[in-house]
């Protein structure tokens, strides 16, 4: 028996915005606190939203703090204004960062402190307070799945919370606000998704349910992923990046991911690398190493994308992470030694990955310290 998991309302498609204020009328909510980041706030995106917000509710209150990678004091530190303001709804404005951000707030608005009690699968006891996700950027998925991610300062680690109570109540994908994403950041934010859709393709977790979208996903984004990169004007590439996201999330909601993440989350915690850029790096790499576990499921994944195949099962088993080198150096997206990440480093980094969580979900499983290493070198 398998289970699939899709707690959100959607609302897609250029203009979704536009159903903003009726999608409030629906709450009781009084006073709604957007949370962004500055450079959401200074593209001028905060302020659409802010208009829409306004139409609905008179009394609103934007913080515009968020950084990359969110911390467990971020987390504390916008609780505390939060509840100054007396905030009864959430809207989340931006990438994976601000949404996970909302995510953990709302959480800790409804259960005790401190933030970190809940990393782990269903630790959370109370349903936060309620959250509509716009996203400004296709890759993390965040808006529609119930992972937050977070650094713990302390500790130096990413870690994630999953549970369904923090999944938003309402998505609003609307391509038009990606318009302005530099490309170096559409390049990262898609290739996280793409790893999403590869990871959760191959999970021991995975269902027909879940490699369904997985598998369709990955179709989306690899056709118009270069094509949202090369020209960030082209909406009906943006539009499909969206879909393609959201069609992936809903696989790895339900799948997990694997050992990709596992190193993205260690180069994240240490070195501050964007997330979508650290699983980039090292993506290829992993497809590799995991090829002769599931090698049939890599030569699907290549067939799907219409790769050239040898007929050799296990030269084909390699054709996906062959094509994404490719595409990771189409997109320009820096290497680990491009991003500050040295050799002397890859020591510390194995052993720290060994402890992730997320491991267990890996294809390939027994992996060892030499194995990490292994790829990390390659990735230099």
């Given amino acids: 028996m398998n289970r699939f998991y899709a707690g959100s309302e959607i609302v897609f498609g250029q203009g979704a915005l536009d159903a903003l204020p009726g999608l409030l009328s629906e709450y009781r909510a009084r006073r709604v606190m957007i949370i962004c980041d500055p450079g959401v706030r200074a593209a001028g995106i905060a302020e659409l939203v802010i208009e829409q917000v306004r139409r609905q509710i008179a009394h609103v209150f934007v913080f515009d703090g968020v950084a990359p990678n969110p911390t467990n004091a971020l987390v504390e530190q916008t609780v505390t204004q939060a509840k100054e303001f007396a905030a ?11 949404i996970d951000l909302a995510k953990a707030v709302s959480l800790r608005m409804t259960n005790p402190g401190p933030i970190g009690r809940y990393g782990g699968m269903g630790l959370v006891e109370k349903a936060g307070l309620p959250l509509i996700a716009v996203p400004t950027t296709a890759g993390t998925s965040s808006e ?3 992972v937050c991610a977070l650094i713990d300062q302390e500790t130096v680690t990413k870690y994630v919370i999953i549970d369904n109570k923090i999944t938003p109540d309402r998505v609003i994908l609307d391509p038009l606000l990606t318009k302005s994403l530099p490309p170096s950041v559409t390049a990262a934010t898609g290739m996280d998704a793409i790893t999403h859709a590869i990871e959760s393709f191959v999970s021991n977790m995975a269902t027909p349910l879940t490699e369904y979208h997985s598998l369709r996903g990955l179709q989306v984004l690899y056709k118009n992923l270069p094509l949202a990169y090369e020209d960030g004007g082209d909406l009906a590439a943006r539009e499909q990046m969206m879909l393609g996201c959201a069609i992936v999330g809903f696989g790895f909601l339900n799948a997990n991911l694997g050992l990709v993440h596992g190193i993205a989350h260690t180069l994240s915690a240490h070195f501050g690398l964007a997330h979508g850029a650290a699983n980039a790096a090292v993506l290829p790499y992993v497809l590799a190493f995991n090829a002769p576990t599931c090698g049939e499921k890599m030569i699907d994944m290549a067939k799907a994308l219409g790769l050239p195949l040898s007929g050799d099962k296990g030269r084909d088993s390699l054709a996906l992470s062959e094509e994404m080198e490719r595409l990771v150096r189409r997109l320009n997206i820096p290497s680990l030694s491009q991003s500050g990440v ?11 990955v060994l402890r992730e969580p997320v491991l267990q979900f890996n294809p390939r499983q027994a992996i060892k310290k030499g194995d990490v290493l292994a790829i990390l070198r390659r990735a230099l």
Avoid: H, Q, R, Y
């Fill in 88 to 98: 009864d709804l959430f809207v989340a404005v931006g990438g994976g960062s601000g």
């Fill in 144 to 146: 529609i799945t119930n």
């Fill in 342 to 352: 040295l050799e002397k480093d890859f020591d510390m980094l194995a052993e720290c």
